[in-house]
């Protein structure tokens, strides 16, 4: 089999992940979610949060960590604030409610923010803030997540890897779309250089005896690196005071692994921000101020050997048109485990090509 891995048909890999979770016993309303979100972090080149995590989810799911049927409940707080209690479902459903209801309060008072807690992983940062761009809302969605790199002075792993991720609509253009993890790499990168055997790059991680390490099996075991070094340690605290601490979610080291504790829900905690973009000026000319910016950024002189400024989300967009036409692409070892939970599921596993599909 090719190294090069095997290509899916997006359509034809969402229906199977959406089968898969139906069968761990979702409704089949949230099944289609969880599975729209992974396809989606696929087809953005973002493999770390896409169909290859579909085991780890099955196994909390079978673990009984991880709640198949939540009871969302919704609590207003104030006058543009609510609270979400997740009760210990998948992070897809509980992300997607958050959002909406801060979507719903920003139409109502131009700005609307959102707590989450009882909630899991909650997959790709960026689905939430592209779910308010479609619905014509700036956004900012916060989460604090289980250990992974030290406070900055520490060498044992206390903070999480907290991604944040902001959204800001255009005009003609395509948006701004932020999504970083306070690591140097996001640690589902390096999960997932170690499950296919390769190295990763000095600098991103140390293993558990605290030394530098390029092994990727070793440094997912160990300690990821802040980026920035002190200035991504402190980022990462506050994604845990604001989504942690302040949402009344585990906070402060108390997140469970995803990958090694099974123990007991993670109650991970998000933070949600939707804005009109027609508070201060109306939406006309909003749209016509940021496609003015983007040409600004992409007229600038560039930088030797840069052949083109790219706007943050701007890569992702590309690689999702692409991977709409040739497929997307997995390899041998997610391959594996995916034929696998098939298997165990009795689930019918997807036609798949060893060369670049041809989609309309």
Known sequence: MSNTGTYFDPARLTTFTREIFAKAGLPDSDAAIVAEGLVKADLRGLASHG??????????????VVNPKPEIKVARVAGAVALVDGD?????????????????????????????????????????????????????????????????????TFLGAAPFAAGVPCGSHEPYVLDMAMTVIARGKIRLAAMDGKTIAEGL??????????????????????????????????????????????????VKSLYFDHSAPQNVGHL???????????????????DTFVDRVKD???????????????????????????????????????????VRAGVPFPQWSSEPLQLS
């Open 51 to 64: 169909v290859s995590r579909i085991p780890m989810y099955l196994e909390r799911l079978r673990r009984g």
């Open 88 to 156: 210990d479902g998948m992070g897809f459903i509980a992300g997607r409610r958050g959002m909406n209801e801060a979507i719903s309060l920003a139409a109502e008072s131009g700005i609307g923010m959102v707590g989450v807690h009882r909630s899991t992983h909650y997959g790709m940062a960026a689905l939430y803030v592209l779910q308010a761009i479609d619905a014509g809302y700036i956004a900012l969605a916060m989460t604090n997540s289980s250990p992974a790199i030290p406070v900055w002075g520490g060498r044992t």
């Open 205 to 254: 991680a140390l293993d558990s005896e605290g030394r530098p390490t390029t092994d990727a099996k070793k440094a997912f075991e160990g300690v990821c690196l802040p980026f920035g070094g002190v200035k991504g340690a402190a980022l990462s605290m506050l994604m845990d005071l604001l989504a942690g601490l302040y949402t009344g979610a585990n906070y402060g080291g108390e």
């Open 272 to 290: 949600f921000i939707a804005m009109r973009p027609d508070l201060f000026i109306s939406r006309q000319e909003f749209e016509q101020r940021a």
């Open 300 to 342: 600038l002189p560039r930088a030797a050997g840069v052949d083109e400024i790219l706007m943050p989300g701007e890569p992702e967009d590309r690689a999702e048109r692409m991977r709409r036409r040739t497929g997307i692409p997995i390899t041998d070892k997610v391959l594996a485990d995916l034929q696998a939970e098939s």
